[in-house]
Structures are given as structure tokens and as C-alpha cells.
């Protein structure tokens, strides 16, 4: 990202407020968060969001094409919902960029002549799935987590707001089926093995 770039962010769990913070520490304007849960937005403005959209209230592509007067140059998919794929396309901007980081299960279906071509769009899929460095990636888990604790520690990452559970292990089975029920209620667990 550089700086002023039009950022949303589709779904903001845990990694997708992980991203809102990196677009805010990149020089992101506007940096827009979107998802149906009103708790995690309002997290999303903790976490450096400059404006929110509630997807259960109203049509987010359309939401952000206004807020950034055509669309976002880079559109996050941060969401457990394939579907929202078309959303995203729609939100960016024309030659725009659309990153899936969520790891959502399934197909999605979009339209590729008026959706994707005719808008040039760039869809990018990211995993860290690489434990090695290469040339042309110089980045792995390792440097990643390197990275990540060295931001926290000099308070350039602020996550607390992100820990709603610390629980003991007896708690996992309540906890995974609250997970398997939605997104409300919760957002980083942590058991407590002590």
C-alpha cells in the first residue's frame, strides 16, 4: 500500500483488524471496515478504521464506492463468506485490486466479462504458507512473527482491544460451538494453560 491508497476491508475478525492497523500504519485514506456485526466495527474504529459500514443495513459496495468517490484501489476479503467476492469486485475501484486473506471455504461465483475484465481487476489470493525465504519473497512466518512482536512491543500494533476470551481449556468446547454459531460474542481467544 502507499500513502492516501483507498482501502476496505470486507469481514473484520481478528485478521481483518489486524489489517485495518496495517492500512493505518501504511498511510491508508480512507480506510473503510465492513461487516454485519456492529461490535466488531466499532473495534475497527479502535483499531484505525476512519469510516465504518454495517452490511446488514446497507449495501456495502455501494457504501464504500461513495465513500471513496468510485471505489477502493484495494479491497481485503477478510470473510468466512465466499459470496462476498462479488461485493468486493464491485467496491473497487476500476484496475483496482481485490486480496483474499480470509481463507474462505467453497467456490464463489462472479461475473468475469463485465465484473472482472471489462473493470481490469487484480484478485490476489494470500497465504503464508512458504517456511523459506526466496528472492523474489523474502518474507516467511518467522519474519512475520518477527515483525509482528516488534510492532506490539513498541506499540505501533495495539491488540488488547482484540482478546474478548481468556479462558482455561475446559472452557474450548462452549467456545468452539459460540465460534461455530457466528461472529457475535467473541473475537481473539486465548486459553490460559497455567
Known sequence: MVSDEKV?????GVVGQLLVSFSRMSGAYPIIAVDMDQHRLDLALESGATHVVNASKENAAVAVKEITNGGAQCVFHSNRNP???ADCMEAAKIRGKVVLVGSP???AQVGLQVDLLRRELDIIGSSATNDYTHRYYPWNRNKNREAIWRMIEAGDLKVDHLI???VKPEMANDLYQKIGSGTSGWMGIFFDWT
Do not use: R, Y
Open 83 to 85: 459470496n462476498v467476492l
Open 8 to 12: 476496505a476491508i470486507f469481514g473484520v
Open 105 to 107: 471455504p467453497g467456490k
Open 164 to 166: 474478548s476470551h481468556v
